[in-house]
Antibody
């Protein structure tokens, strides 16, 4: 079955960096777009970024553009989110999510999430 | 960005009640509208896609309808395990955006 496991979250100071990973299994990773979505504590869901199956197409939310970089390694069945210049408002649980085949922007499978806390 | 407005923000109903949540888009999104359920401490779960299609394995008491700008999500007979926050999400335009959520509680 589809499994998505995020890792790499933790406590970081404002202005710092963090790299999140998402290990995928149970499906042909290289066939699917993948997204990162976040949820601030007690708040709603915010889409962050997606990357096409080959990695050639990438989009970001305006709130993270220029600071976050999404990437993938299809040989390792892994998705990444490099987060730089972190701010307090980036504090959230970060989920990786997979759409159905040939879809991009909706989310059929989700990981359990990894918590990022930006605080001094 | 397309704004998604859900109402109510919270509701309390009895077991067996019919529960209805509405979601309004700030512009026409055709039927590119999904509904998710999120239980406390868990990841969201896709329930309804393309406004009215039930995701595989989801109980038939959940349903969705609508198109254009106005959408409805219904639980025909509320069960204790349905306690959760429900989100709508549009994917007609980038960025995909979510409603603010509706928290459903048992009276």
């Amino acid at each position: 079955q589809v499994q998505l496991v995020e890792s790499g979250g933790g406590l970081v100071k404002p202005g710092g960096s963090l790299r999140l990973s998402c290990a995928a299994s149970g499906f042909t990773f290289s066939d699917y777009y993948m997204s990162w979505i976040r949820q601030a504590p007690g708040k709603g869901l915010e889409w962050v970024s997606y990357i096409s199956s080959s990695g050639s197409t990438i989009y970001y939310a305006d709130s993270v553009k220029g600071r976050f970089t999404i990437s993938r390694d299809n040989a390792k069945n892994s998705l990444y989110l490099q987060m730089n210049s972190l701010r307090a408002e980036d504090t959230a649980v970060y989920y990786c999510a997979r759409p159905p085949l040939r879809e991009k922007e909706y989310f059929q499978h989700w990981g359990q999430g990894t918590l990022v806390t930006v605080s001094s | 960005d397309i704004q998604m407005t859900q109402s109510p923000s919270s509701l309390s109903a009895s077991v067996g009640d019919r529960v209805t949540i509405t979601c309004q888009a700030s512009q026409d999104i055709s039927n590119y509208l999904n509904w998710y359920q999120q239980k406390p401490g868990k990841a969201p779960k896709l329930l309804i896609y393309d406004a009215s299609n039930l995701e595989t394995g989801v109980p038939s008491r959940f349903s969705g309808s609508g198109s254009g700008t106005d959408f409805t999500f219904t639980i025909s007979s509320l069960q204790p395990e349905d306690i959760a926050t429900y989100y709508c999400q549009q994917y007609d335009n980038l960025p995909p955006t979510f409603g603010q959520g509706t928290k459903v509680e048992i009276k």
